[in-house]
């Protein structure tokens, strides 16, 4: 254990542990590249994933019988122990589900007589009401072998941490470096996990059957998530609440400022106390809207409202106790896509493992059926059984009811069915409950809680429950005029988390705005006024201006077909340019019922003739870079790519029931089964490939419904052609700020005009409340010049004007590590926002500079192994993606490019193409140093000398391309050859790689006496005479008996020759782990 990323990252991070109580145990001794020893990690061998012998003990101490003494044998002990090694599961997910439960509520074992009349016992892994009665472990460099690979393939997690035996963490380490390091981590624990698609053997998902959390980190950024995780789900924890920086600063012996996010994440989430307390309390399993099962860790502003609102719980005066007011509530409020319902769960889960708590009756309230159905669906997360309240009797039977519960009350049900508005809005009149319940153990959770606050319901609510205590929350900002309100009725904030946060911790994407009024202009159609002229023929000039100026924002100009199908076919045309290249959908706010029927018909309609528009674009165009077409020619050929999709495509309105004469006409789009189906169809992605009569749905049509609480990350476009204001703007705008993979930011097409009136609703909000709600696309284009100047500075401070006359000497200039990096995260601000705003004309002008500076980073990439050589411009954006894909494709920069790996059959021949002698020399130094890093474990001594062999050539000929050229040409040559050129040694490759482990330790001032050399021979004689006899036993390499057996014997032989005696124990796991390296090369007996 050596080097920058052990010395930067892993050492720092397990000196906080050590101080923070863990037991820190070396898996590999110091300089090691890969453990040989599970004895280090306390382990007879590397197929083992528990500290058996720490469990067993564990298990022992904190499972006491009625005198208060351990009472378990080894048999009792050996069955628990079995229990939770023995999940059957089919897959990972349900074998970690299922030992989990085992971890949260142990395993039953025979009793004893005369305790409890003989019954089987509960027994424990873990004490998680008394933290200190556990034992603390994090093992470095813990090694573990991949099955079926009879030991030829293993992985080595850099930290992982054991409660009592028990891996509940990996952490994965990264040296801060060229790429992006968290990625990089992520992907080695989904490959550890087995997550990661292989042909191959890979990964140990048995080790990961009890790991509840995942941490990768460089130091200076650390990440949160859990192995189902991607990248992009993995978060930071930025507060390190209940702690703060100067107490961790003070607790490191550094300054304030030098607190990274590894420091903050450690002293919350793995201190013991607090780590026990998130894996039992805020980690879960859930299902998406895809289908998709995942488990979850907690946001640190999750856990901070739970643990700030369990304060207060604890800590308030009641009603009776205060006199006037219950003081134990308070509003916790959390912007939209925050995990709202997961705080309200975590908040449940924690009151049921605190004594005090754990009898409180929990009574949810909303004003929402679908909010309803989505919380009680979270909540069901916790365990128990959410009962709700379906009609105003049971709820008066539920609330009157003494004891725990949860108890699910939609407020709008609490009264006469009769004074609905037409489109299923509730009024605010309602009967009184009376007094149901006078307990003070009742908490109420009132969800949006800016909304129903002020109303009847609610109050009704309040005088049934007198004593409770009440807990609002909200994802949307509180009008200041009714925080004082507010704050009478809840009490003070008890949490906050803004949008601005949000978006700073990726929780949500930015959402920005496009204005298409009635007076903007439609692309390949008529505007939007020529529809006026025709729909108003008949009046003077003066009259049709008046009437665009009073009907434009009118009920019936807005249902005007005409004027519908001219919005439809722009908002199709605007959604296939721009939004389905990612796989993403669209929702339509509409003025009525009736508009949302007809928007359907013209969005068919429109998609019918883009379909036929697209099916005979010109096959010329097909192959055309996306930035030398028209804007016109973008939305065909955008559209000739997924035609048999855009062909099927549905149109679907989701409306509430009314009371019009022609009820009838809408029942189809009302009935509340086909819209349940509809609404979870709409969430999941389209289809790889469509069956015959398949219809998926790629627009939702409403007028109020799904505009609050729906939560559809797939969903990137919201075109809004009604009046909204205030909180229903706010939430309706939120609708697409849900984060997805490959999703870079959400879309709000005003069609309305909503905008005009946006400034002027948003001063009703505290500035910085509102902060971020939505940015404007224009402003975002001023953003670009700025980020393509300091690009190019990138260069010019070189010497180099980027072009693509220079893109030799740009990836040359990018040789620094640190520089590189810059020139990455510059590069990705400027294409993501490039994504952003496609397919707007505005953005022409920058893309032969993203085109320009992506194939530098491609060439870089390559060059310098980044991430393995790889270039994904994904990563940017669908948009983007395509963009350069047909750039790179009509160059041919694949095919010229060496390929990374220089055993490759044409890698000398690409590099012979290369143009210059420093530009072969660069590519073939990097491709010499990938092989020995990759190697390196083969022949130790060998490749060490290698690389002391290539830093030697460009030392001596740093400035001398012609000559660093030929000497790494010959070098490449012999490693491709896999054995030193013109080498006449009799020893085969292993014997060499013995030979040179047992030089290393043996050998004085780099001389090897005669005597000695044939000394080290003969012991590579009898150890490779060892090695054909024993290895070849039927899994030999998965016996660890076996291997101690074998490794024995090695170093018995080494004994016999007289090598010195501190050295045996280390040559002897040396030699055993080159025998491994080479097993296949081992000659049978």
Wanted: some cysteine.
């Amino acid at each position: 254990m050596s080097g920058p990323e052990y010395l930067q990252v892993e050492k720092p991070l397990l000196d906080q542990l050590g101080d923070m109580g863990w037991t820190v145990l070396a898996g590999a001794p110091a300089g090691a590249f890969t453990p040989t020893d599970p004895a280090a990690s306390e382990r007879e061998s590397f197929a083992e994933v528990l500290l058996e012998a720490r469990l067993r003990e564990a298990i022992r101490d904190i499972n006491l019988g009625p005198d208060g003494r351990p009472w378990l044998d080894d048999e009792r002990v050996s069955q628990a122990v079995s229990e939770l090694t023995r999940v059957g599961a089919a897959g990972l997910l349900e074998a970690n589900e299922k030992a989990t439960d085992l971890l949260v509520s142990g395993v039953a074992v025979p009793g004893v007589d005369g305790w409890d009349g003989g019954r089987d016992q509960r027994v424990h892994f873990i004490d998680w009401k008394h933290w200190g009665r556990n034992d603390f472990v994090v093992v470095s460099q813990f090694r573990v072998d991949v099955p079926g690979t009879q030991g030829r393939k293993h992985i080595v997690p850099d930290e992982v941490l054991f409660v009592n035996g028990i891996p509940l963490v990996v952490v994965e380490c990264k040296k801060p470096g060229r790429g992006d390091a968290i990625t990089r981590a992520v992907q080695d624990i989904r490959g550890y996990a087995g997550q990661r698609n292989t042909r191959t053997p890979a990964g140990n998902r048995k080790l990961f059957h009890t790991v509840q959390l995942t941490v990768a980190t460089c130091g200076e950024r650390a990440r949160l998530g859990t192995f189902t995780a991607g990248p992009e789900h993995y978060m930071p924890w930025h507060d390190p609440y209940p702690r703060t920086d100067a107490e961790i600063a003070a607790g490191l012996g550094c300054d304030e400022k030098s607190v990274t996010e590894q420091n903050r994440l450690a002293a919350v989430v793995l201190y013991p106390e607090r780590l026990l307390q998130i894996v039992h309390d805020y980690v879960t399993f859930m299902t998406l809207d895809d289908g998709t099962r995942i488990k979850a860790a907690p946001r640190y502003q999750q856990y901070r409202a739970v643990e700030r609102a369990l304060d207060r719980l604890l800590t308030g005066e009641t009603k009776p106790a205060n006199g006037e007011r219950d003081e134990r509530g308070g509003v916790i409020w959390h912007t939209q896509g925050s995990g709202k319902s997961l705080t309200m769960t975590f908040l449940v889960r924690r009151m049921r493992s605190i004594d005090e708590l754990a009898d409180v009756k929990v009574v949810l309230v909303t004003d929402r059926t679908q909010l309803q159905q989505q919380l009680s669906k979270t909540l069901r997360l916790t365990g128990e059984e959410v009962q709700e309240a379906k009609s105003v009797k049971r709820a008066k039977r539920l609330l009157s009811e003494d004891g725990p519960g949860i108890v699910a009350v939609m407020i709008q049900k609490q009264q006469d069915v009769a004074a609905r508005k037409a489109d299923g809005e509730l009024s605010e009149s309602a009967p009184s409950l009376g007094e149901l319940n006078t307990a003070e153990s009742v908490v109420v959770l009132i969800d949006e809680a800016h909304r129903s606050h002020g109303s009847r319901l609610h109050m009704n609510l309040l005088e049934a429950l007198p004593n409770c205590a009440r807990i609002g929350f909200t994802g949307t900002p509180i009008i200041m005029g009714k925080k004082k309100k507010t704050s009478q009725i809840f009490g003070p904030v008890i949490d906050r988390y803004l949008l601005a946060d949000a978006e700073r911790d990726g929780a949500v994407v930015r959402i920005f705005y496009e204005g298409n009024t009635v007076k903007g202009a439609v692309r390949d159609g008529r505007d939007l006024d020529e529809v006026f002229e025709d729909m108003f023929a008949e009046r003077t000039d003066k009259e049709r201006e008046e009437l665009q100026r009073r009907y434009a924002t009118r009920g019936d100009v807005l249902e005007a077909e005409e004027l519908i199908e001219a919005k439809a076919r722009h908002m199709l045309r605007h959604y296939v340019a721009g939004v389905l290249p990612g796989g993403f959908k669209a929702q339509v706010v509409a003025n009525s019922r009736e508009a949302t029927i007809r928007y359907r018909e013209a969005l068919i309609k429109a998609r019918d003739r883009l379909v036929a528009e697209a099916e005979n674009v010109p096959s010329r165009l097909l192959g055309v870079p996306l930035d030398e077409l028209t804007p016109r020619q973008v939305v065909l050929v955008q559209a000739h790519k997924k035609l048999a999709l855009l062909r099927a495509m549905d149109f679907v309105p989701v409306i509430s029931p009314g009371t019009d004469d022609d009820e009838a006409r809408f029942a189809e789009w009302t009935d509340k089964r086909r819209q349940e189906e509809r609404v979870e169809a709409f969430k999941k992605p389209f289809p790889d490939d469509l069956g015959e009569g398949d219809r998926p749905i790629g627009f939702l049509l409403v007028k109020s419904m799904l505009l609050t609480g729906f939560d559809a990350p797939i969903e990137q476009v919201l075109y809004i052609d009604r009046s909204l204001k205030e909180a229903e703007l706010l939430q309706a705008v939120a609708r697409v700020n849900r984060p997805a993979e490959g999703k870079k930011c959400g879309y709000v097409v005003d069609y309305y005009g909503v905008a005009n009136h946006l400034a002027e609703a948003l001063k009703a909000y505290a500035a910085e409340d509102v902060d971020g709600v939505l940015y404007d696309l224009r402003e975002e284009v001023a953003k670009l010049d700025p980020m393509r100047r300091r690009l190019r500075a990138l260069f010019t401070e070189k010497g180099v004007e980027p072009s693509g006359g220079t893109l030799e000497n740009c990836v040359l200039s990018l040789e620094e590590g640190a520089r590189f990096d810059r020139f990455e995260a510059e590069l990705k601000r400027f294409l993501t926002t490039i994504d952003v705003i496609l397919p707007e004309p505005i953005v022409s002008p920058y893309l032969p500079d993203a085109t320009l500076y992506a194939e530098i980073a491609m060439r870089a990439r390559r060059r310098y192994r980044v991430d393995g050589g790889d270039f994904d411009p994904s990563a940017y954006g669908a948009k983007v993606r395509d963009l350069i894909d047909e750039h790179l494709r009509s160059l041919g920069i694949d095919e010229k490019l060496p390929p990374v790996s220089l055993t490759a059959d044409d890698f000398e021949e690409k590099v012979a193409a290369l143009p210059g002698a420093r530009t072969r020399a660069s590519e073939m130094e990097h491709a010499v140093r990938d092989h020995i890093e990759v190697n390196r474990g083969r022949d130790p001594r060998r490749y060490r000398l290698l690389s002391e062999r290539l830093e030697e050539i460009l030392r001596e000929y740093a400035d001398d391309w012609e000559q660093q050229a030929a000497l790494l040409t010959d070098l490449v040559a012999e490693l491709r050859a896999d054995r030193p050129a013109q080498d006449d040694d009799p020893l085969s490759p292993p014997e060499q790689a013995i030979y040179g482990v047992l030089l290393e330790a043996t050998a004085r001032d780099g001389v090897v006496q005669p005597e000695t050399d044939q000394q080290l021979r003969d012991i590579v004689t009898k150890v490779i005479e060892l090695a054909v006899r024993m290895t070849h036993r039927r899994d030999f390499w998965r016996r660890p008996t076996d291997q101690r057996d074998f490794r024995s014997h090695v170093a018995q032989c080494l004994f016999a020759k007289d090598v010195e005696i501190t050295l045996v124990p280390e040559l002897a796991d040396q030699i055993v782990d080159v025998i491994r390296h080479w097993k296949e090369d081992i000659p049978r007996p």
